[in-house]
């Protein structure tokens, strides 16, 4: 049951840098009008990725100094998210695993 868990915990993680990842991808196609936001499922689309990054990147936008137009922070949240892939995820599981002992 443990493994279930944290292996949905990481699916939501990965879900969520691959949400990043399309919503700073979509965001330079914007910029550069290769993607008109005038239609209406493009908009929908563009403001339902911003509702679902926002909570995540703008705590690094707070962080982060103003670089002139530069967004850096899907490039930081994206590196603590992989970090608490790699790193914070399996640790908990094995620490979560020991506290367990036999009932897990």
């Known amino acids: 049951m443990i493994g279930f868990i944290f292996f949905v915990l990481n699916g939501l993680l990965s879900f969520a840098v691959w949400v990043i990842i399309i919503s ?3 965001s ?24 679902m990054t926002y909570p995540i990147l703008e705590p690094f936008r707070r962080m982060l100094p103003n670089l002139g ?3 850096i922070s899907p490039i930081l949240a ?27």
């Open 24 to 26: 700073a991808i979509l």
């Open 28 to 51: 330079w196609l914007v910029a550069f009008n290769v993607i008109n936001t005038r239609n209406p499922g493009v908009y929908r689309f563009m403001d339902m990725l911003d509702r």
């Open 69 to 71: 137009g530069v967004d």
């Open 78 to 104: 994206i590196l603590v998210i992989k970090g608490m892939q790699f790193y914070l995820l399996p640790l908990a599981e094995n620490g979560l695993r020991g506290l367990l002992g036999g009932m897990a």
